[in-house]
């Protein structure tokens, strides 16, 4: 038996008529009763009664007819299945990100990119920037969200998805606590809550190259990993910090944010997107799309 001849067997149990289930069909009737001759002599029982009305199902037809149904059924899940894997739109995507990514980036393209593919199946991993490019290599995870700059890698590419200024953090109770905005080099005799040099080379670099511009190198009390810390350990009065404007989003009554009148402090903080170059992983292209809007 052909899969058509189901299709077609269904439409005229539907219908209850050969002729209107030609029309729906877009086949010639004496075509579809010679088809429907052919099932029945497959499956070696009369399948439908013709009558005055049209034609009804036999026990034979009932019986088949569920069975008939699941098969069009699965058969139509099949394709579909098929198609959004073809077109990006199912499978799976492990991403792996830094905890400042929570604070706008992820929020905002997460939820909506849920709904737009809703097949796509998303697992979130937090780690740092270095250990997650790591993890990236090694196949680990298929996408990465990490605090740029990034060295440069064949094997990998990237695109910035969020770009942000630098702001002064310090504690409520710092003699700059109540600046709405200040020079950088006015922080020349401050200590600083700086970023771990081994574990965030890119916010490490990118901070003494600001300090640098301003015409000091920073005195550096404490060393920190994540955003999250350094601004817990300004709160703890260890020094002030440049963070990520984003920052601010989530409030801290022991720390106060001074916007940076330098030049150099805007849009100099990144998020980047890198993946594996040329990867054949559709949905992190749809991904990408979706953090690009």
Request: aromatic share 6%.
């Amino acid at each position: 038996m052909r899969f058509r001849q189901f299709q077609q067997f269904v439409a005229i149990a539907e219908a209850g008529s050969y002729r209107r289930a030609a029309e729906t069909l877009f086949i010639a009737q004496p075509a579809l009763s010679v088809s429907m001759q052919k099932l029945e002599h497959e499956m070696g029982a009369q399948l439908f009664e013709r009558g005055a009305r049209g034609v009804t199902l036999t026990a034979a037809g009932h019986a088949l007819l569920a069975d008939a149904r699941r098969v069009l059924f699965h058969a139509d899940q099949a394709q579909r299945s098929v198609r959004l894997v073809a077109h990006g739109e199912s499978g799976s995507l492990r991403l792996g990100f830094v905890g400042s990514a929570t604070y706008a980036l992820l929020p905002r393209t997460i939820p909506p990119f849920r709904e737009r593919y809703p097949d796509i199946e998303v697992s979130l991993l937090e780690d740092r920037s270095i250990a997650l490019l790591g993890k990236l290599k090694n196949n680990a995870i298929d996408a990465a969200l990490v605090r740029g700059p990034v060295a440069a890698d064949p094997d990998l590419e990237s695109w910035v998805v969020e770009r942000d200024d630098f702001v002064l953090a310090v504690n409520h109770a710092h003699p700059l606590a109540g600046q709405r905005h200040i020079a950088l080099g006015a922080c020349a005799d401050y200590p600083f809550v700086m970023y771990s040099p081994g574990e965030v080379p890119g916010l490490n670099s990118l901070v003494l190259s600001l300090c640098g511009q301003a015409g000091f190198a920073p005195v550096v009390h404490q060393e920190a990993v994540q955003v999250q810390t350094v601004v817990s350990l300004v709160a703890s009065d260890m020094g002030v910090a440049l963070v990520p404007g984003v920052t601010r989003a989530y409030t801290n009554p022991h720390v106060r944010f001074v916007e940076l009148s330098d030049t150099g402090a805007r849009q100099a903080v990144s998020l980047l997107l890198v993946t594996h170059r040329n990867s054949g992983c559709l949905p992190i292209a749809r991904l990408r799309d979706c953090m690009l809007e």
